[in-house]
């Protein structure tokens, strides 16, 4: 976990233009999901379409949004001049822990659920349980995405707040134990369901891509750099500071542009749709969260990124609260 905060500098020499650069980019993303929901989910033309002289009432409503957040972003940065690049590190990664931390809650809840709504309905125990016409419902996509698997994404969000642990090991021993069920039921009582497959890959995803921004503030990642070894901490620090912008940041914004590019790109379109697998009703209604998955591995790692690259400025400027770090063997 991150150091405690009475070991991190609050205050510093200022760092105006680095912090002006990470704060506004954390604006632009946090603006940039707000209107990709209005775009989504209220039909309302893209910025863009300014261009092309398409432009409406809610695309400069999604323009302002744009310069509020940026202008919010320039004011905290403003009025906070001294405010340490490490403590604002902190503050980010913290968040991300939280959201972080709120997902993994989220997908054991759903999975667990949506396994079991899975499992009855192929049985047709619902039909027993609640009668053919509710029992339709469960077999619906579009009603099981609203009214079981929202709530308990909320709910996870909630139990993150009361826990201090990302779940990391936890999530790997559940995805363990449904590979286990899986060869257990197969092979001693000759049963296999596609439910049990789609529980073992729905978890499995969210294991690695929601633990890759942690990963990275704990240096887990294979750093390729037979040179990197050989530098000095204020070196370090500015190799780090270029490369989480060239490569990292670079990057996460390339996913994001590309999966959230209008209704019908590849992220969008399925988890508006609440799209299913192949296996359709035999299996688990899961998919369109798998390819929103890869919008929240790029969002989470951007933020971390940004707590990267204030770490490695201040460790580019010399400044006190560096942090240590053994990185993991691979």
């Known amino acids: 976990m991150a150091s405690s905060p009475i070991e991190i500098p609050r205050t510093g020499d200022p ?15 946090f603006a940039f999901q707000v209107n990709n929901v209005l775009t989504v989910g209220f039909g309302i033309a893209p910025v863009t379409s300014i261009a092309s002289g398409g432009a409406t009432a809610g695309t400069w409503l999604e323009l ?90 909320v709910a996870g969000f909630i139990l993150a707040f009361f826990t201090r642990t990302l779940g990391f090991t936890w999530l790997a021993l559940m995805v363990v134990v449904a590979e286990l069920l899986i060869v257990i039921s197969r092979f001693v009582f000759s049963y296999e369901q596609a439910l049990m497959g789609d529980l073992v890959r729905y978890w499995y995803a969210a294991l690695f891509l929601f633990a890759s921004a942690y990963t990275l503030f704990e240096e887990g990642h294979v750093r390729v750099d037979v040179l990197y070894a050989g530098f000095g901490p204020t070196t370090r620090g500015f190799v780090n500071a270029i490369g989480a912008i060239a490569l990292g940041m670079s990057t996460c914004w390339v996913i994001i542009g590309i999966g959230f590019n209008g209704a019908r790109s590849i992220i969008n379109s399925p988890v508006a749709n609440f799209e299913v697998s192949q296996t359709g009703s035999v299996g688990m209604f899961i998919k369109y969260q798998m390819a929103a998955f890869l919008g929240l591995f790029a969002i989470t790692m951007l933020i971390q990124f940004v707590s990267y690259f204030f770490d490695a400025v201040a460790d580019k400027r010399d400044e006190p609260g560096h942090r240590d770090v053994t990185p993991a063997a691979h």
Do not use: Q
């Open 64 to 153: 302002a949004i744009y310069g509020a957040a940026i202008a919010v972003a320039v004011l905290y940065v403003m009025r906070s001049a001294t405010t340490a690049l490490r403590w604002d590190a902190h503050l980010i990664h913290r968040f991300n822990v939280y959201l972080i931390r709120a997902l993994f809650w989220s997908v054991f809840l759903v999975g667990i659920v949506d396994a079991t709504v899975a499992f009855m309905r192929v049985e047709k125990i619902f039909d027993v349980l609640v009668g053919e016409e509710t029992a339709r419902l469960f077999g619906k996509a579009r009603w099981v995405g609203p009214y079981i698997h929202m709530p308990l994404i």
């Open 15 to 29: 760092a105006i233009l680095a912090r002006l650069f990470g704060w506004c980019m954390l604006a632009v993303l």
